[in-house]
């Protein structure tokens, strides 16, 4: 425990967001959020808490996940629980307690909020981190995995990041994988010596999770091991082959990645990432798939769903390097700063201040007394576009100073004219706060 004088710092592995971070984080929430909304999806909010059944059994007991880097905890009355490692388990618990199958047609859901994996931290990689993330339950046609993909593509373009690859499998279903797994576990036999202790663990437990090692030694033997793909059924070959059909017919390119089996075991079909040329060693930036067989894992009725969950902080990462520098994509400035000088200026400056708020307008004012020259200084350390500038001169004339603090210029407005004279002059549509309170909704 930390000594009463020493500094508490934050957790290992988790972060503190600063407003000079938040508002990239914001603008590619909302972007996610007006694409998602375009293709009908709805938010979902579930509890951090879990039980801890619910990661095991669909997730995987066997998964790294699972077995190594899950948050769990024993509560006061003994239960077992776990801070969520990913949404589509607990999105799908929410589907069944909550008989969302009976308001008849599919369900589509998306959620964003933290998850928690105590993994080795690194660049792109934390202990606590955020996942944008969506569902579609209750179909298993291959147009909705297309669709979804289709969806994330338009995504990607919004938030402006190009250099990034689809990669695309199928890992096949209950059906077929049997078979799949008799031969790599054959095929395993001979080689399994020359792989990573995991992989010989695994290779015996779980030989489909030999295929996502990430060991540098490991790949070239991994390379020679069968392919899911020679072994689908009739349904998944179909399936698959009607998904990148679809795909093509979007104008879609993907990469058919064998070895593509991701690291949760509730996936059956179809299953892809997507990977970014801008984040290094971390470059997953989101994967997903179909899961027709987790809501009858954890107890519901036969339910296919399909879903992808984006890593957030890596996105917001890409998202930086390819936004730098581009005005659009700045934080907002503030659009004004009301400078006021004298006793008789403080109650007119407080009321423009409040009614330019009330007009949606980003506002500061100085609560302190302070000279002109000061003043002027606060304007431009905040980067206010404009500063709006009352003293004895402006109260006896009835016209406010108005300054251009980007290129000087200074001009006489009257109050009543002043919210057209700044909305005109400000170019940067943002300085117009997000919420502009609409003019009905003003008391
Ligand atoms: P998964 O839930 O494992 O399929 O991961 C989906 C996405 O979440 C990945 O592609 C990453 O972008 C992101 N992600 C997973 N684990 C972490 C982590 N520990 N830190 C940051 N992002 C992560």
């Known amino acids: 425990m930390a000594r009463e004088s020493q500094l508490i710092r934050s957790v290992k592995g988790t972060r503190d967001l600063l407003p000079s971070e938040t508002h990239l984080w914001q603008r590619v929430e909302d972007e996610a959020r007006a694409v998602l909304a375009a293709y009908n999806f709805h938010e979902i909010r579930t509890p951090i808490l879990e039980q801890t059944a619910l990661f095991a059994r669909s997730v995987g007991e066997e998964t790294d996940i699972v077995t190594k880097e899950m948050y769990t905890f024993s509560d006061r009355d003994h239960e077992s629980l776990t801070l969520r490692p990913e949404a589509t388990a607990s999105v799908v618990r929410a589907y069944i307690e909550h ?60 938030l402006q990041l190009e250099n990034t690859a689809l990669l695309l499998n199928s890992v096949g279903c209950p059906l077929c994988r049997p078979e799949y797994l008799r031969v790599l576990r054959q095929a395993l036999e001979g080689v399994k010596t020359n792989l990573c202790g995991d992989c010989q663990r695994r290779s015996e437990t779980n030989p489909l999770r ?16 069968p392919s899911i793909l020679d072994h689908l059924g009739p349904e998944c070959r179909q399936h698959f082959d009607r998904v990148t059909a679809e795909l093509d017919e979007r104008g879609i390119q993907y990469t058919i990645t064998p070895r593509l089996v ?89 009321e423009l201040a409040r009614e330019l708020r009330r007009q949606g307008l980003s506002v500061e004012i100085g609560y302190e007394p302070a000279k002109l020259k000061k ?65 009905s909704d003003q008391g």
């Open 99 to 158: 008989s969302l199958y009976n308001e008849g047609g599919i369900q589509k859901l998306y959620y964003v909020g933290p998850m928690f994996r105590r993994e080795r931290p690194q660049k792109g990689r934390y202990r606590q981190f955020y996942q944008i993330g969506a569902e579609v339950l209750g179909s298993d046609h291959p147009t909705i995995d297309a669709e979804v993909i289709e969806l994330l593509m338009l995504y990607l373009a919004r």
């Open 210 to 225: 030999v295929l996502d090692c990430k060991v540098e030694a490991d790949q070239p033997i991994i390379a020679r091991l």
């Open 375 to 439: 003043s002027m200084g606060i304007a431009s350390r905040i980067g206010a576009r404009f500063a709006v500038i009352i003293g004895e001169g402006e109260l006896e004339s009835g016209r406010y100073q108005v300054k251009d603090m980007s290129s000087g210029e200074q001009q006489a407005v009257e109050p009543v004219g002043l919210v057209e004279y700044l909305r005109t002059h400000l170019t940067a549509p943002n300085c117009v706060a997000a919420a502009a309170i609409k003019s």
């Open 262 to 350: 991701r690291g949760l075991d509730y996936y059956t079909k179809t299953t892809f990432e997507i990977t970014s040329g801008a984040l290094g060693a971390q470059n997953a930036l989101l994967g997903g798939g179909r899961y027709d067989g987790l809501a009858q894992m954890i107890g519901g009725p036969p339910t296919p769903g399909i879903g992808f969950s984006i890593g957030e902080d890596r996105l917001v990462l890409a998202v930086g390097e390819a936004v730098a520098g581009r005005a659009d994509w700045a934080a907002a400035p503030v659009a004004a700063y009301i400078v006021w000088m004298g006793d008789r200026a403080l109650a007119p400056a407080r």
